[in-house]
């Protein structure tokens, strides 16, 4: 069967390596309310790498906000006030998904073992280098779970 002729030369290969431990400088590309296989709902984060190097690596978090264990909703809330702070927006207030897209931070990354396998850990939010919190493309936000999608899923 014929794939077609789609030109693929921006297209970056499948899969993706750890970074480095390091600060890196990233943009928030998506922000969306998922659902774990327990059904409480999570909010996750896509932070898209501009430097000082793997510009382009993606980085995700997720943030347990309705978890019934109190522990891990609070180490979720003081992730969110962190990251609304290095994003230069009101930190006392959740605010809105909308509100984190596009702006940059800097995050610290490591790298931690669990069960024999190796996984990226977001250790530290701040303000990035430089004047602008914003950045030039802003993506749209997806819907909550169960609301119904505009688009339509290419796979």
């Known amino acids: 069967m014929n794939l077609g002729n789609y030109d693929m030369t921006n297209v970056q290969e499948f899969g993706r390596d ?10 928030i590309t998506k922000a969306e309310v998922k ?33 019934k264990d109190p522990k891990y909703q609070g180490m979720a809330y003081s992730k969110l006030k962190s990251i609304r702070m290095a994003c230069g927006l009101n930190s006392n207030i959740c605010g809105d998904t909308d ?3 596009a702006k940059r931070m800097s995050v610290k990354v490591a790298v931690r073992d669990k069960d024999g396998k190796q996984y990226q ?6 303000k990035p280098e430089g004047p602008a919190q914003t950045a030039p493309a802003a993506p749209t936000a997806a819907p909550m779970p169960g609301a119904a999608s505009a688009a339509a899923t290419p796979w």
Not at 37 to 64: Q, R
Not at 121 to 126: E, P
């Open 18 to 27: 750890l970074l480095p431990p390091g600060t890196y400088t990233v943009a």
């Open 35 to 67: 659902q774990w296989s327990s059904g409480d709902n999570y909010l996750s984060l896509w932070y898209k790498v501009e430097g000082p190097t793997h510009a382009g690596a993606m980085l995700f978090d997720s943030l347990s906000l309705w978890d």
């Open 121 to 126: 850990n977001i250790n530290l939010y701040r």
């Open 99 to 101: 509100e984190l897209l």
